[in-house]
C-alpha cells in the first residue's frame, strides 16, 4: 500500500518552462492538496480540490494550473516557472471534509529554477 | 484572513517537558492542529483539539482555549528523535472551506 506518492522527487529546470509534478493516491481519499513550503513562511496552500472535476484556489495559486480527472490522481503544473517558484511542493489528502483537519502528506518534490 | 504566531525555535534537553504555543487571529475557526515534520521528511498529523481542554495521545498533548485564540502542544519526556518543527493549523473545513492555514513552524531541538 503506498499511500500517497510525488513524482518527481527532485527537478531542476530552467525559468520559461513548462514543468508537472504528479501526485497520487491509493486511499480514494476525496480532498487533495498542493502546498509549497519555502523558509520562513511554513506550508501555503496552492490548491486544493474537493473531487474529481471539482478544484479551487488556495492561497499562493498564481503561475499554478491543477487539474483532476481521476480521484487519486492531482498533477501541479508551472505555466512558465520563475525563480521564485524554487520550493518544495507537497501533496496532500484527506478523507472528508469532517476530517480535513487530518491530512497525510507525500514525500514532497524539490524544485529548483534556474 | 487568518495570521498564527508560534515561537520559531525552541531548544529543551533529554527527557524534559517543553510547551509550544501558538496563538491565533482568524474569521472562523473550527479546530486547531498540530504536525510534525522532521529534516527532509513530510509533515505528519499529531492532533487535533476542536473543543477546549487537553487532548492526550501518549507523550504529546494538545491544549486549546477559544476564548483566548490560543494553544500549544505538549511533548513529554523528550526523546531525541523528537528534534523537528512543530507546525499549528487552523481549520476552516466547517465554514464550505476545506482549507488548513498553517504557522510557519517551531524548530524543537532536543539536547543530551
Known amino acids: 500500500d503506498a499511500g500517497i506518492t510525488q513524482s518527481p522527487r527532485y527537478k531542476i529546470t530552467e525559468t520559461g518552462r513548462q514543468v508537472t509534478l504528479m501526485c497520487h493516491q491509493t486511499?480514494?481519499?476525496?480532498?487533495m492538496f498542493w502546498y509549497r513550503q519555502d523558509l520562513g513562511h511554513g506550508l501555503r496552500l496552492i490548491y486544493y480540490?474537493?473531487?474529481?472535476?471539482?478544484?479551487d484556489k488556495g492561497e499562493v495559486p498564481d503561475g499554478y494550473v491543477v487539474s483532476r480527472s481521476k480521484t487519486e490522481n492531482f498533477p501541479l503544473t508551472l505555466e512558465s516557472a520563475t525563480r521564485s517558484q524554487t520550493s518544495v511542493y507537497f501533496c496532500?489528502?484527506?478523507?472528508?471534509?469532517?476530517?480535513?483537519?487530518?491530512?497525510?502528506f507525500g514525500p514532497g518534490t524539490r524544485l529548483t529554477v534556474t | 484572513g487568518q495570521s498564527l504566531e508560534q515561537p520559531s525555535e525552541v531548544t529543551a534537553v533529554e527527557g524534559a517537558i517543553v510547551q509550544i504555543n501558538c496563538t491565533y487571529q482568524?474569521?472562523?475557526?473550527?479546530?486547531l492542529s498540530w504536525y510534525q515534520q522532521h529534516d527532509g521528511g513530510a509533515p505528519t498529523f499529531l492532533s487535533y483539539n476542536a473543543l477546549d481542554g487537553l487532548e492526550e495521545t501518549g507523550r504529546f498533548s494538545s491544549f486549546l482555549s477559544r476564548s483566548d485564540s490560543y494553544g500549544y502542544l505538549l511533548l513529554q519526556e523528550l526523546q531525541m528523535k523528537d528534534s523537528a518543527s512543530y507546525f499549528c493549523?487552523?481549520?476552516?473545513?466547517?465554514?464550505?472551506?476545506?482549507?488548513?492555514?498553517f504557522g510557519k513552524g517551531t524548530k524543537l531541538s532536543v539536547i543530551p
Open positions: 486511499w480514494s481519499h476525496s480532498y
Open positions: 496532500a489528502s484527506s478523507e472528508s471534509n469532517q476530517r480535513s483537519y487530518e491530512q497525510y
Open positions: 493549523a487552523v481549520d476552516r473545513s466547517g465554514a464550505g472551506s476545506y482549507q488548513l492555514t
Open positions: 482568524t474569521s472562523g475557526f473550527y479546530g
Open positions: 480540490s474537493a473531487a474529481a472535476d471539482i478544484t
